[in-house]
């Protein structure tokens, strides 16, 4: 939504209502401002955030899970998969957000843990729970399957809903006051950020495995996961 440089609209401003509020138009960009520029260091997370929940939304449709070979039959579990390992990467992102400065280092976890306190903090039937051990060591992501795709899915809509009409309309006062609300992470999630912590594995190196042609035949070749394996993955390459 634009103000040009005339004064005039790019829409009608006397007709098209607030999607949230149902109310008229009263924030738009003004001739010459971007997304990036008026939203500033809330932009890049926040259109991860909703280039994310957009996937979601729209792998549900025939046309395009059809596409990949899915049938009706495989749609439930499809979007729990997907689900999931978004709430697993927002929690196992934790260690990117500092309770020092109380500021996220990472846009697209930041998304990811947004979407899912969305999830955890508007339910009403308890489809997603973060359950600790007796100890405190460890916890498990409990994600109901069937009720994650009625409730769930309408909460993914209106989340979707929500970021998309903020940067439509240039809401920047809106935007900041709900992606601060789901990005701040409570003593719940600093618990669970501190498990994560202890648990943490040394980064993974990724070797390449070769093919060789034989006698008549390819030969798979495996190398270690270590820093010998890549080397001798590539020298043999």
Partial sequence: ???????????????????????????????????????????????????????????????????????????????WVSVMAQLRKGILGLPLFSPESNKWGQAHTQGAFVYAMYLYKNQKTGFLRFDLNEDNTNFTIHLDRDLLYTEGRELTKSILQMIQTYKSVADVEGARHFYSQYSAVDEEFITLRNIVLAKRQPRRIVGSHNLFLGDETVVFKTYETNHIGVIRSFQAR
């Fill in 1 to 79: 939504f634009y103000k040009n440089k005339d004064g005039s609209f790019n829409f009608d401003s006397a007709s098209v209502k607030n999607l949230l509020t149902n109310e008229e138009i009263t924030t738009w960009y003004e001739e010459g401002e971007t997304w990036n520029g008026k939203f500033g260091d809330i932009s890049a997370s926040i259109e991860e955030c909703r280039a994310d929940i957009c996937g979601f939304w729209l792998m549900d449709f025939k046309e395009v899970y059809e596409t990949f070979g899915f049938t009706d039959a495989d749609r439930v579990t499809n979007f």
